[in-house]
């Protein structure tokens, strides 16, 4: 191989090693700030099911797709077999999507969704790597409105989301890159998901 294929090859290497070690200062980072906030959170959606309500999820483009991660990870299941949860992610549908874009603006596209679909007593997580998308703002704004809990997951940045989030409900990854904010909020929908569980099963069989 000519030498400056094997630099590029080498140069490439390192960015990708670059990755994997910034992956784990953030997540060795977020195992010691994060299990608490993330039990309480774990402890509101027990809460919420149990007194027969729905869990919603929201976030753009990423997040979106985290969003849909936590409702799938719901209403199918995680590692046990048990009734599926009421859970609705607002990403999902796109012709609710396009229509509340279009007449509304996208602002209101989780807002308006949360107006026709929410009660008091549900939960949101409203997930936004910056804390400052408009739309997930709104949504936890009329959540909020509507007598819901607002679970907020964001970065460390402060931001306007957070203001929104019940006491003690903010999920901030250490973090102020999206792809490692990401990734941590993945890890979070897995250790609730596990937990979740737990206290499920713990709940059927006492």
Same mark, same amino acid.
């Given at each position: 191989?000519?030498?400056?294929?094997?630099?590029?090859?080498?140069?490439?290497?390192?960015?990708?090693?670059?990755?994997?070690?910034?992956?784990?200062?953030?997540?060795? %980072?977020?195992?010691? =700030?994060?299990?608490?906030?993330?039990?309480? /959170?774990?402890? +509101?959606?027990? !809460?919420? #099911?149990? $007194?027969?309500?729905?869990?919603?999820a929201c976030g753009n483009?990423?997040?979106?797709?985290?969003?849909?991660?936590?409702?799938?990870?719901?209403?199918? %299941?995680?590692?046990? =077999?048990?009734?599926?949860?009421?859970?609705? /992610?607002?990403? +999902?549908?796109? !012709?609710? #999507?396009? $229509?509340?874009?279009?007449?509304?603006?996208?602002?209101?596209?989780?807002?308006?969704?949360?107006?026709?679909?929410?009660?008091k007593g549900d939960l949101?997580?409203?997930?936004?790597?910056?804390?400052?998308?408009?739309?997930?703002?709104?949504? +936890?704004?009329? !959540?909020?409105?509507?007598?819901?809990?607002?679970?907020?997951?964001?970065?460390?940045?402060?931001?306007?989301?957070?203001?929104?989030?019940?006491?003690?409900?903010?999920?901030?990854?250490?973090?102020?890159?999206?792809?490692?904010?990401?990734?941590?909020?993945?890890?979070?929908?897995? !250790?609730?998901?596990?937990?979740?569980?737990?206290?499920?099963?713990?709940?059927?069989?006492?």
């Amino acid at each position: 191989m000519p030498s400056s294929k094997r630099a590029l090859t080498g140069d490439l290497t390192m960015s990708i090693a670059k990755i994997f070690a910034e992956h784990a200062q953030v997540t060795a %980072r977020a195992a010691e =700030e994060l299990p608490e906030t993330l039990e309480r /959170a774990v402890q +509101a959606v027990h !809460a919420c #099911l149990r $007194a027969g309500h729905k869990i919603f999820a929201c976030g753009n483009g990423g997040s979106a797709a985290d969003a849909q991660h936590l409702v799938a990870e719901l209403i199918g %299941r995680f590692l046990h =077999e048990r009734q599926a949860l009421p859970a609705i /992610a607002l990403t +999902a549908d796109a !012709a609710t #999507l396009t $229509a509340i874009s279009n007449d509304y603006g996208y602002e209101r596209v989780f807002a308006r969704q949360l107006e026709g679909l929410a009660a008091k007593g549900d939960l949101l997580f409203a997930i936004s790597t910056s804390g400052n998308s408009p739309n997930v703002v709104q949504a +936890a704004q009329t !959540a909020r409105s509507l007598g819901c809990v607002v679970v907020a997951m964001t970065g460390e940045r402060d931001s306007k989301l957070a203001a929104h989030a019940d006491p003690g409900l903010l999920v901030r990854a250490p973090s102020t890159v999206t792809a490692r904010i990401q990734e941590v909020h993945s890890l979070c929908i897995h !250790a609730i998901a596990d937990t979740l569980d737990a206290l499920l099963q713990q709940q059927a069989h006492p």
